[in-house]
C-alpha cells in the first residue's frame, strides 16, 4: 500500500503561483510513476503532469506546459508540481497519483493504483 497526501493549495490571483507538494509513505519503493491530475466540477479528471520515479522523465498536458514544472525529491519520497502564471481555467481540485506497473500511457487515470485526497488550487480572475 502507498498513501499519498497532497499539500499547497489555496487561493492566488491570475499570473500568481502556487506549489503543490505530495508526501508518500508506505511500499513507495515499488512506485514507476508519479502523477497529477486535477478535476474541476463537472468535468473529468484530466491529467496535467507526470515523472518516472526513477529516470526523471518528465511528461505535461500541452494546457500547462511552459507554465508547470513536475520534479521529485526522492529522499523525501515527494512530488511537486511548481505552477506559475496560473489562470482561471487551472482552477480545480488536484491530485496526486502513483503507479506501481509500468505503462506506457502515464495520462490515463486508471494506471494509477494509488491516489491522494486532493487539494484545492482557486485562481481569481
Known amino acids: 500500500q502507498v498513501q499519498l497526501v497532497e499539500s499547497g493549495g489555496g487561493l492566488v490571483q491570475a499570473g500568481g503561483s502556487l506549489r503543490l507538494s505530495c508526501a508518500a509513505s508506505?511500499?513507495?519503493?515499488?512506485?514507476?510513476?508519479m502523477g497529477w491530475f486535477r478535476q474541476a466540477p463537472g468535468k473529468e479528471r484530466e491529467f496535467v503532469a507526470a515523472?518516472?520515479?526513477?529516470?526523471?522523465?518528465?511528461y505535461y498536458a500541452d494546457s500547462v506546459k511552459g507554465r508547470f514544472t513536475i520534479s521529485k525529491d526522492n529522499a523525501k519520497n515527494t512530488v511537486y508540481l511548481q505552477m506559475n502564471s496560473l489562470k482561471p481555467e487551472d482552477a480545480a481540485v488536484y491530485f496526486c497519483?502513483?503507479?506501481?506497473?509500468?505503462?506506457?500511457?502515464?495520462?490515463?487515470?486508471?494506471?494509477?493504483?494509488?491516489w491522494g485526497q486532493g487539494t484545492q488550487v482557486t485562481v481569481s480572475s
Open positions: 497519483a502513483a503507479a506501481q506497473t509500468y505503462y506506457n500511457n502515464y495520462a490515463v487515470p486508471r494506471n494509477y493504483g494509488y
Open positions: 508506505g511500499r513507495t519503493f515499488s512506485t514507476i510513476t
Open positions: 515523472i518516472r520515479w526513477r529516470s526523471g522523465d518528465t
